[in-house]
């Protein structure tokens, strides 16, 4: 008999998992918005930025950037295990994976071209004011393979010690209070690297920038019982 992962399951919601919390950037974090400063900037490279009701704009977090190196982690993980991972842009695979209902633990996970995504993670906004500093950079010059001590350029980086939102929804796989397949136990893995502050995102990672703690992390499951939401299970997330 061949295992079949039969993943395509998003037509009905069995187990609902929420995880909540609060990021910290323990260093400098800009998470870039591209090259091009918004109009007005005193800087050439600003964070993305997203305007409040009352007005206000402030950096945040994406949850699309946040689920990137989710899933690049995650991926580095399945390798170090000696597995075959294919990139996201395989499409002949993500095609035969479809065509035999058979996915792969990553795409089973985050989704694919072909495959809803098991996983939803909210845009992170800061909880405590996101200050902004200045920091000036020497340009790498392509033509000279090296520094160019002559192209200076600012950029605006949010400072450490800041707090954001955290929520991130896991549908139909058991994460918690025990995983109950490898899907399950590669997110418990990618939960526990952000409660022990090793997920970074963002610009500068090569310095050490971006790195993301999850604190006061809680974890609640949810499952469907007479078409009603019941709560079965809530604790503490690392
Ligand atoms: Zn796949």
């Known amino acids: 008999m061949i295992s079949v992962a039969q993943f395509d399951d998003?037509?009905?919601?069995e187990v609902l998992t929420v995880v909540t919390g609060q990021l910290v950037n323990e260093t400098p974090l800009r998470i870039g918005a591209g090259r091009e400063p918004p109009l007005g900037s005193a800087v050439d490279i600003a964070p993305i930025t997203i305007r409040f009701a009352d007005?206000?704009?402030?950096?945040?977090?994406?949850?699309?950037?946040?689920?990137?190196?989710?899933?690049?982690l995650a991926e580095a993980m399945v390798r170090g295990?000696?597995?075959?991972?294919?990139?996201?842009?395989?499409?002949?695979k993500i095609d035969a994976e479809a065509k035999d209902g058979n996915y792969c633990v990553i795409c089973g996970i985050f989704g694919s071209t072909?495959?809803?995504?098991?996983?939803?993670?909210?845009?992170?906004?800061?909880?405590?004011?996101?200050?902004?500093f200045v920091k000036t950079s020497v340009g790498i010059s392509r033509?000279?393979?090296?520094?160019?001590?002559?192209?200076?350029?600012?950029?605006?980086?949010?400072?450490p010690q800041v707090r954001w939102?955290?929520?991130?929804d896991v549908v139909n796989i058991r994460v918690f209070?025990?995983?109950?397949?490898?899907?399950?136990?590669?997110?418990?893995r990618l939960i526990d690297m952000l409660v022990d502050g090793m997920v970074q995102v963002g610009a500068r990672r090569t310095l050490g920038y971006g790195r993301l703690r999850l604190e006061r992390g809680?974890?609640?499951v949810y499952e469907v019982e007479k078409g009603k939401f019941v709560k079965k299970a809530e604790g503490g997330v690392g």
Not at 10 to 13: A, E, H, N, P, T
Not at 87 to 92: Q, R
Not at 165 to 168: G, I, L, Q
Request: hydrophobic residues 35%; aromatic residues 10%; without cysteine.
């Open 10 to 13: 998003l037509d009905r919601l």
């Open 55 to 72: 007005g206000r704009s402030s950096p945040y977090i994406p949850g699309s950037s946040l689920k990137g190196v989710l899933r690049s």
């Open 81 to 92: 295990q000696g597995k075959e991972v294919h990139s996201p842009w395989d499409f002949e």
């Open 114 to 132: 072909r495959l809803a995504s098991h996983v939803r993670i909210y845009d992170a906004y800061p909880e405590t004011e996101a200050i902004t």
């Open 143 to 159: 033509e000279f393979r090296g520094a160019a001590p002559n192209i200076l350029f600012t950029e605006q980086q949010v400072v």
């Open 165 to 168: 939102t955290f929520r991130m």
């Open 177 to 188: 209070p025990e995983p109950q397949d490898d899907r399950g136990e590669l997110l418990r």
């Open 218 to 220: 809680v974890y609640r």
